[in-house]
């Protein structure tokens, strides 16, 4: 028996912690796993994502501030002795601050650390952070997508990195039906769906979607699901564009499968990303997916029936959503999904890394 403590920035909804709870879920029964917090309480996090109260026993929450904070080495430190952790896993550059040094401060004998994407390494700044946080603790190093391993190690030189992608439940993301689907989002029967999910933010590119959208026909409408800092600005350009009646904000939904399933397309717009378990979820529901040639998004499409188009240009975005709703494909990507991203799979060659003993 292992005991496991995953390190992540904060505890809300979004691809690298809905990916962690999922690790605990098919964690290995023989193992505890725990979930540490840099930022938030428990209390206010269990009130803002329900579904971490499936877990609760096994999160704890530090309270970070913004800024660098050496004292918190040491509360992490104690905090690892006091759960015997075996088995360190931190998830992005906070977090292997934080999570790994302490790691290796508490002698803690297996650290690893997974990079969800690679932005913050253009800064020169994180670069030497991530370097010197990487040659003391000395984490087994991962990367969830081929292009985040390929910037890794020109950054990181002299430290291996092996590539495991991210995996979803793939039987629970299933297909169904569209308008049982539709029924409990109260979205309409008889429109064309796009779907779109994920942080309301700027490098999310739901902007380009909208403008995308303006020149789609008028029985095509785009569900929206998430929330963020752009939402009021993104109605104010939905009212902009004469979209009212064809755009709908559902907010934050814990039913992303029924989401999925309410679609005719899903579109990731983004400016930049890693490797997005959105698409993952939408093919998994036989959802075709339209994608911004982005970070690893290649890697999360299937190459039959996804189509890539580059970011912040709206006019290529409609082509390839109006080709995709004009068409009569046969696809099936739910086949390429099961086969390559089940969550099961990297569960398990993680277990097989924590295996591997120490460094």
């Known amino acids: 028996m292992k005991t496991i403590v995953h390190v992540v920035q904060h505890l809300r909804p979004?691809?690298?912690?809905?990916?962690?709870?999922?690790?605990?879920?098919?964690?290995?029964?023989?193992?505890?796993?725990?979930v540490v917090s840099l930022e938030g309480s428990k209390e206010n996090s269990l009130r803002a994502w329900p579904r971490l109260k499936d877990h609760e026993s096994q999160l704890f929450f530090l309270d970070k501030h913004p800024g660098l904070k050496p004292k918190l080495l040491m509360t992490m430190r104690n905090l690892l002795s006091t759960l015997k952790a075996d088995v360190v896993h931190s998830h992005h550059i906070g977090p292997l601050l934080y999570g790994n040094v302490a790691a290796r401060i508490a002698n803690v004998p297996v650290r690893i650390h997974t990079?969800?994407?690679a932005w913050h390494l253009d800064n020169d700044a994180n670069v030497r952070l991530e370097k010197l946080a990487c040659h003391f603790s000395n984490p087994k190093m991962v990367a969830d997508a081929d292009f985040v391993k390929e910037k890794l190690a020109n950054v990181l030189e002299d430290?291996?990195?092996e590539t495991i992608h991210n995996g979803i439940d793939c039987e629970r993301f299933i297909p169904g039906d569209t308008n049982i689907a539709r029924e409990r989002l109260n979205l309409p029967i008889d429109k064309k769906i796009?779907?779109?999910s994920g942080r309301m933010e700027w490098v999310k590119g739901h902007d380009t979607l909208l403008?995308?959208?303006k020149d789609l026909p008028s029985n095509v409408v785009l569900a929206i699901a998430g929330h963020g800092t752009q939402r009021s600005s993104l109605e104010a350009l939905t009212k902009k564009l004469n979209l009212e009646e064809r755009v709908f904000f559902l907010g934050f939904t814990d039913?992303?499968?029924?989401?999925?399933?309410?679609?005719?397309?899903?579109?990731?717009?983004s400016r930049n990303e890693g490797f997005p378990l959105s698409t993952l979820e939408a093919q998994a529901c036989n959802v075709q997916c339209v994608a911004t040639d982005v970070g690893g998004v290649k890697e999360a499409i299937c190459p039959e029936s996804g189509i890539l188009v580059t970011s912040?240009?709206?006019s290529l975005m409609n082509e390839a959503l109006s080709s995709v709703l004009n068409g009569t494909s046969s696809f099936t990507p739910r086949n390429y999904i099961v086969k390559n991203y089940d969550i099961r799979n990297?569960?398990?060659?993680?277990e097989k890394l924590c295996n591997k003993g120490e460094k």
């Open 211 to 213: 403008y995308a959208l």
């Open 312 to 314: 912040d240009n709206s």
């Open 346 to 350: 990297m569960t398990s060659a993680y």
């Open 159 to 161: 430290i291996p990195v």
């Open 115 to 117: 990079e969800h994407d």
């Open 14 to 34: 979004g691809g690298i912690e809905v990916m962690v709870l999922d690790m605990l879920r098919f964690a290995d029964k023989a193992n505890k796993v725990f």
């Open 194 to 196: 796009i779907g779109c």
């Open 255 to 269: 039913d992303m499968v029924s989401f999925y399933q309410s679609l005719d397309l899903y579109c990731l717009p």
